[in-house]
């Protein structure tokens, strides 16, 4: 990764070290923080996950939005009530509070976008829909 003389960041992402997500979150799925807490991005932080094939992100919900792209593979997601078949060049965006989840039928990669503070209200239970 290089810092410019403007305050930019560019880098590579194999230079990023792929983390697996633990077990209590994910199955087989790993996560590289692209630009996060110390690139100099204040809004908006940029990962890059890895499910393998059979991988699983087990639901959950957060008080943020996230952009999902859909780099390589295919999978599902769930948001809410809905299943969605994606594969590469799809995008979703996902509300703040609402359950979703995700599962590799061959390897998944995809960015995940999100913004550096939450963007609603801490829930105890997600949003319906």
């Known amino acids: 990764m290089a810092r410019g003389s403007?305050?930019?960041t560019v880098g590579h992402y194999s230079e990023v070290e792929a983390k697996l997500v633990p077990s209590e979150?994910?199955?087989?799925?790993?996560?590289?923080?692209?630009?996060?807490?110390?690139?100099?991005?204040?809004?908006?932080?940029?990962?890059?996950f890895t499910v393998e094939k059979g991988g699983h992100i087990k639901p959950h919900f957060h008080p943020w939005e996230?952009?999902?792209?859909?780099?390589k593979g295919r999978g599902k997601v769930r948001v809410?009530?809905?299943?969605?078949?994606?594969?590469?060049?799809?995008?979703?965006?996902?509300p703040p509070n609402v359950e979703h989840?995700?599962?590799?039928?061959?390897?998944?990669?995809?960015?995940?976008?999100?913004?550096?503070?939450?963007?609603?209200?801490?829930v105890d239970e997600p949003i319906k829909c």
């Open 66 to 71: 996230h952009e999902i792209f859909i780099v």
């Open 25 to 48: 979150m994910a199955e087989k799925t790993y996560i590289r923080w692209l630009i996060g807490e110390g690139s100099g991005a204040k809004n908006f932080y940029m990962r890059l």
């Open 6 to 8: 403007c305050g930019e």
């Open 80 to 94: 809410g009530s809905t299943t969605y078949d994606v594969g590469e060049g799809y995008y979703l965006y996902i």
């Open 101 to 122: 989840e995700y599962w590799a039928d061959e390897e998944l990669w995809f960015i995940c976008v999100i913004p550096a503070r939450p963007t609603a209200e801490k």
